[in-house]
């Protein structure tokens, strides 16, 4: 079965250090989304991107983040300077038509 | 603002014992309803969705999920719970005109020998 891979699968930086997390979707699906899991909290949707762009972002995108799909097949979520409570662990998604989303298995961010 | 709301943050049940993991949803029109798992340290799996049609939906490991539109309910359950089904589980809703899935809180489900 198809999957949406993540790497790294645990990531440790310093406070103030550049991170990207990676994601490779689906080869066929067209939406793209990245969510976050702080510890013990729920769930919270980041951005979703469609052809090439933003179409969706939540309040927790600030400038800090930026998402990339620089080639044909990797997805990029950027976090320019962490802070503390970027902590989190973050799921990549993708989907073909908007509305099934499979999952990564996520990578655990840890600031320090 | 739509919400979505898992009033169980911890249920135990005994292995063979029947489940039922309750969701409630807040939202103007019928969204797209799913629960996922999760086990320790790994990704969000589906179980399973509703979309329309037939409101008992059946999904993997034996799971299966009620949609009520008069109580705002879309309830898991699985009649015969198995140790490995230990995990933590999400309700979630998506609107059927957006793409920001919403989730709720989840369920962390222990199983007793």
Request: hydrophobic share 35%; charged share 20%.
């Amino acid at each position: 079965e198809p999957e949406v891979t993540q790497t790294p699968s645990h990531q440790v930086t310093q406070m103030g250090q550049e991170v990207i997390l990676r994601c490779v979707p689906i080869s066929n699906h067209l939406y793209f989304y990245w969510y976050r899991q702080i510890l013990g909290q729920k769930v919270e949707f980041l951005v979703s991107f469609y052809n090439n762009e933003i179409s969706e972002k939540s309040e927790i995108f600030d400038d800090q983040f930026s998402v990339e799909r620089p080639d044909g097949s990797n997805f990029t979520l950027k976090i320019r300077s962490t802070k503390l409570e970027d902590s989190a662990m973050y799921f990549c998604a993708s989907s073909s038509t908007g509305d099934g989303y499979t999952f990564g298995s996520g990578t655990r961010l840890t600031v320090v | 603002a739509q919400s979505v709301t898992q009033p169980d943050i911890h249920i135990t049940v005994s292995e063979g014992a029947s489940l039922e993991l309750r969701c409630n949803y807040s939202y103007g029109a019928t969204p797209y309803l799913f629960w996922y798992v999760q086990s320790p340290g790994q990704g969000l799996q589906l179980l399973l969705k509703y979309f329309s049609g037939d409101t008992l939906v059946q999904g993997i490991k034996g799971f299966e999920a009620e949609f009520k539109r008069s109580q705002s309910s879309f309830n898991l359950r699985k009649p015969s719970v198995h140790w490995s089904d230990a995990a933590e589980y999400f309700c979630a809703v998506l609107p059927n005109a957006g793409n920001m899935l919403t989730f709720g809180g989840g369920t962390r489900l222990m199983v007793k020998p």
